[in-house]
T-cell receptor
Framework: GNSVTQMEGPVTLSEEAFLTINCTYTATGYPSLFWYVQYPGEGLQLLLKATKADDKGSNKGFEATYRKETTSFHLEKGSVQVSDSAVYFCALIGSGGYNKLIFGAGTRLAVHP | SAVISQKPSRDICQRGTSLTIQCQVDSQVTMMFWYRQQPGQSLTLIATANQGSEATYESGFVIDKFPISRPNLTFSTLTVSNMSPEDSSIYLC?????????????FGPGTRLTVT
């Protein structure tokens, strides 16, 4: 079945550091890929998405590229801020037409001044 | 994006009781879903709420424990029945479709449930 694997957290960075959160997936066909963010005490927000191979999703300085050859969708940001501290979830929807989101375990990011 | 509200935002309930959570969307949507997020864990899909018919439950979730209603295209409820401390979680609804970008699911703020 479909699955998503994320790097374990927590990830602790200083402000303005470079961020990478690894995400790999297992799925047949061409799933759609997503990153969601959950700020403390809040629900999930869609951060970015990519729906086909080589697509790059971007939002708020975050980027992720859909790599079919490595089945990966790593999240990157060039310079993190304290306000980026949150839990980040990688997720996919399979290409079978059923809109079930499969989530990774989540990666907690803590950014210090 | 859609504006999604949930009521209550949090509650503390006694073992053996039931709680009904409401999810309201500001526009009509094709699909509505209910997720559970146990403490420190990821999200797990409970069921898809179908308008005018019975909900579709995922493996491990049953209608007697989590009855769901969806009377129209903007509203759904999830009931957590005969609660135990293991039901302490955040419950989130999400929506998809009808005026929203294909495949983009939007989530409500969640209901934080504690069972004592």
């Amino acid at each position: 079945g479909n699955s998503v694997t994320q790097m374990e957290g927590p990830v602790t960075l200083s402000e303005e550091a470079f961020l990478t959160i690894n995400c790999t997936y297992t799925a047949t066909g061409y799933p759609s890929l997503f990153w969601y963010v959950q700020y403390p005490g809040e629900g999930l927000q869609l951060l970015l998405k990519a729906t086909k191979a080589d697509d790059k999703g971007s939002n708020k300085g975050f980027e992720a590229t859909y790599r079919k050859e490595t089945t990966s969708f790593h999240l990157e940001k060039g310079s993190v801020q304290v306000s980026d501290s949150a839990v980040y979830f990688c997720a996919l929807i399979g290409s079978g037409g059923y809109n079930k989101l499969i989530f990774g375990a989540g990666t907690r990011l803590a950014v210090h001044p | 994006s859609a504006v999604i509200s949930q009521k209550p935002s949090r509650d503390i309930c006694q073992r053996g009781t039931s709680l009904t959570i409401q999810c309201q969307v500001d526009s009509q949507v094709t699909m509505m879903f209910w997720y559970r997020q146990q403490p420190g864990q990821s999200l797990t899909l409970i069921a898809t709420a179908n308008q005018g018919s019975e909900a579709t439950y995922e493996s491990g979730f049953v209608i007697d424990k989590f009855p769901i209603s969806r009377p129209n295209l903007t509203f759904s409820t999830l009931t957590v029945s005969n609660m135990s401390p293991e039901d302490s979680s955040i419950y989130l609804c999400s929506v998809l479709g009808l005026g929203l970008t294909v495949n983009e699911q939007y989530f409500g703020p969640g209901t934080r449930l504690t069972v004592t």
